[in-house]
Nanobody, 127 residues
Framework: QVQLVESGGGLVQAGDSLRLSCAAS????????MGWFRQAQGKEREFVAL???????????DYADSVKGRFTVSRDNAKNTVYLQMNSLKPEDTAVYYC?????????????????WGQGTQVTVSS
């Protein structure tokens, strides 16, 4: 079992930056792929970014086209934490952001493949 707790959301203006954190419980954090997803009001949940569970010096990451070049995902296995650095925020980035863990390390953008989810943190970007 893994428990995930997101933090760092808030209300910002367009062009600002935020860093989301997701703290995980358990001793097997390093063995999970970690994903970030978001859900805007009235819309379906969508993939944002993922970072694979292993990679040596660097970890493989994948991004949705809508955030590529603006968002950066990273992880600190010693702290059991994954981060999402969000720069140049736009009003269309407004959503509840969720982190999720895939214990099978499938490297997938498919939300249904992630077994564990946090409660979400609200990000609101004003124009």
């Amino acid at each position: 079992q893994v428990q995930l707790v997101e933090s760092g959301g808030g209300l910002v203006q367009a062009g600002d930056s935020l860093r989301l954190s997701c703290a995980a419980s358990g001793r097997t954090f390093s063995s999970y792929d970690m994903g970030w997803f978001r859900q805007a009001q009235g819309k379906e949940r969508e993939f944002v970014a993922l970072i694979r569970r292993s990679g040596g010096v660097t970890y493989y990451a994948d991004y949705a086209d809508s955030v590529k070049g603006r968002f950066t995902v990273s992880r600190d296995n010693a702290k059991n934490t994954v981060y999402l650095q969000m720069n140049s925020l736009k009003p269309e980035d407004t959503a509840v952001y969720y982190c999720a863990a895939d214990a099978h390390g499938r490297g997938t953008r498919r939300g249904a493949s992630y077994e564990y989810w946090g409660q979400g943190t609200q990000v609101t970007v004003s124009s």
